[in-house]
């Protein structure tokens, strides 16, 4: 078997300055907390998030805001997270505001090999301002294009070792969309099961699709 | 009454039992607090749970189940997680009933800003876009006015969050219905007049002969189911 576990420390040097990065979790809430930290740590820049939102200050992605670790972000959400919109109207971070449902089919179209989605929302609103309208039986949808990033960096409730995730509760959110979304899938957690013990109908995220698993232990 | 409860109380009398219902952060959130104890009413949160309840006690909580804003929350027996996109796929497909949000502007058209005053606060649309072109029917609950202004307006200033007409209005002092032929004010709060309505809101206001008052009763119990029909 591929042994796919990997230090918090191995895992993040694997990240660049400037890569573009999926980042699971609602406001901090099914976040990979130890690898944000490590980010942090080691001081990556210029980094690209695309995520639901930035939390608050002090908390999950909000700690990458906090390092100025961030220059550009596609987000559906900034409000909860002052010093995001000061950083924005400072010109220091690029912020692209995405409906919620939006970004998710966006991340879902990147994974599951569409060129692109159609929807009704943002429609005659600013969010359409640049894109195609495009007609289908009498009813107008927005093309919405693909979202794909460098690493997808997501957290689970349970892992075994060959990569079966289990997510818990709201933990879950973007983490199941943004596993099949990115060229290398890091897995951060809560418990790494032996196979086996997670059930194939309780398997949310294939074991094919992650490449890294975060070990207990530094 | 405190204009919170009325407006609560109001918006809670649109609930009919099994449906599927999205509450915005904010003022919407008080809603179940005044649903009659009989009424099964599934509580959506787009960050991924259908069945929401009120917080447990903190001994109770779970670190991964919360609403939208963060904070901790309970759920029914039978509650289901879903990811981000069943979750908007419910938004946006037809599943949900009904989604009550708050409101910066509404106008003549029925068309209602929410998420942004460009240059002054940009918190962003988060779910509201999806939310209000998807949900089978949009409740706006806000107060009636903001630093004295009306924000029942001829025209949205700011950017829409839809360009679909939302099915109601519920402020402190009145319940007004957007139609194809403008806003028809279909309700006062108990002690508001007509006239005080109408002085209040910029926008035109078409008045049937009968303005009922709003059944909410005179205290903060919620209304008992009966009085719904």
């Known amino acids: ?218 | 009454m405190d204009a919170k409860v009325v407006i609560a109380k109001r918006v809670a009398l649109e609930m009919k039992d099994g449906q599927l219902v999205n509450l915005g952060i904010g003022l919407p959130t008080a809603v179940p607090n005044y649903l009659p104890a009989n009424m099964e009413v599934y509580f959506q949160s787009e960050n991924g749970i259908i069945g929401l309840a009120a917080a447990p006690d903190a001994a109770m909580t779970d670190p991964s189940l919360t609403d939208a804003g963060g904070g901790y929350v309970g759920a029914i027996p039978g509650a289901a997680s879903i990811d981000s996109t069943v979750s908007f796929g419910l938004i946006r497909g037809g599943h949900l009933d009904v989604t009550v949000l708050g409101g910066l502007e509404v106008d003549e058209a029925g068309q209602l800003a929410n998420w942004v005053v460009p240059g002054k606060m940009v918190p962003g649309m988060g779910g509201a876009m999806d939310l209000v072109t998807g949900a089978k029917r949009v409740i706006v609950s806000m107060v009636h006015s903001a630093k004295g202004k009306s924000k029942i307006l001829k025209k949205c200033t700011l950017p829409l969050t839809s360009v679909r007409r939302v099915d109601l209005i519920v402020t402190e002092l009145a319940v007004i219905e957007p139609t194809p032929e403008g806003l028809v004010l279909r309700e006062v709060a108990p002690g508001v007049t007509v006239e005080e309505v109408i002085a209040a809101t910029e926008a035109k206001l078409i008045i049937p002969k009968d303005v009922p008052v709003m059944a909410i009763g005179t205290d903060e119990a919620p209304v008992a189911k009966a009085a719904q029909a």
Not at chain 1, 90 to 110: F, H, S, W
């Open chain 1, 1 to 218: 078997m591929i042994d796919k576990a990997i230090s918090c420390l191995n895992a993040v040097e694997m990240i660049p300055d400037g890569a573009v990065l999926m980042i699971g979790g609602f406001m901090g809430v099914g976040t990979p907390n130890r690898i944000i930290d490590e980010l942090v740590r080691q001081g990556r820049k210029n980094l690209t998030v695309i995520s639901n939102d930035t939390a608050r200050p002090g908390v999950g992605i909000g700690k990458l805001i906090d390092a100025n670790a961030i220059s550009k972000l596609i987000v559906t959400h900034i409000g909860t997270n002052p010093i995001t919109g000061k950083k924005m109207i400072a010109g220091e971070i690029e912020v692209d505001l995405c409906p919620q449902g939006t970004l998710a089919e966006r991340i879902r179209a990147g994974g599951y090999g569409l060129g692109g989605v159609l929807t009704p929302t943002g429609l005659g609103t600013t969010v359409a301002d640049g894109k195609r309208v495009i007609e289908v039986d009498g009813k107008q949808f927005l093309l919405e294009t693909p979202l794909r990033a460098d690493f997808s960096l997501i957290a689970a409730h349970r892992s075994d070792y060959r990569g079966n995730l289990e997510y818990s509760l709201t933990a879950r959110n973007f983490n199941q969309v943004m596993a099949m979304a990115s060229k290398v899938v890091i897995v951060e957690p809560e418990h790494i099961v032996p196979v086996g013990v997670i059930p194939p109908d309780m398997v949310a995220t294939p074991f094919v699709c992650v490449n890294h698993i975060i070990a207990r232990c530094n």
